[in-house]
């Protein structure tokens, strides 16, 4: 296995990435959580931080960057999914939903119009709280993902 899991840190709930840490940990797989708020270096050996200034998207392009193709980005940002799928890289969510080039397009648009809608005052709020059976679909999907790689 030699690939780099990009961890969109801000926004990623902590159960999620305890489950990315321990898979780094029995499979020596390297992670970068970059985020803009500091974030203390867990005791991972494979696990670092990559702080980033404030700023619109900053953490984004970092990630975009340094990233390689067939790395996976665990993210909630579909615009940063898309990207990083259109490099060559590998995107999930941290409610375990997979993004691919047709998936991410459709994600895409639904998002955009979400987000008029917001703006026009037709709809409040954004998704569901984080919830355990989240994780358990991410745990899921991670765990086949990784299962696939061993082979």
């Given at each position: 296995m030699s690939f780099t899991i990009w961890v969109d840190a801000d926004a990623c709930p902590k159960p999620i990435k305890a489950l990315v840490f321990r898979a780094s940990d029995r499979l020596h797989i390297p992670v970068f959580l970059v985020a803009n708020g500091f974030l203390q270096n867990p005791p991972h050996p494979h696990v670092s931080v990559v702080q980033v200034s404030?700023?619109?998207?900053?953490?984004?392009?970092?990630?975009l960057e340094r990233m390689n193709p067939g790395d996976l980005v665990v993210t909630q940002d579909v615009p940063?999914?898309?990207e990083v799928v259109e490099a060559g890289g590998l995107a999930v969510n941290p409610r375990g939903t997979w993004y691919d080039k047709e998936s991410v397009k459709a994600y895409l648009r639904r998002r955009n119009e979400r987000e008029e809608m917001r703006e026009a005052g037709m709809i409040s709020g954004?998704?569901?709280p984080f919830s355990a059976k989240d994780t358990q679909q991410f745990a899921r999907?991670?765990?086949?993902?990784l299962a696939r790689l061993k082979r």
């Open positions: 404030k700023g619109f998207d900053v953490a984004d392009n970092v990630i940063l999914a898309s954004g998704p569901a999907v991670f765990d086949q993902f």
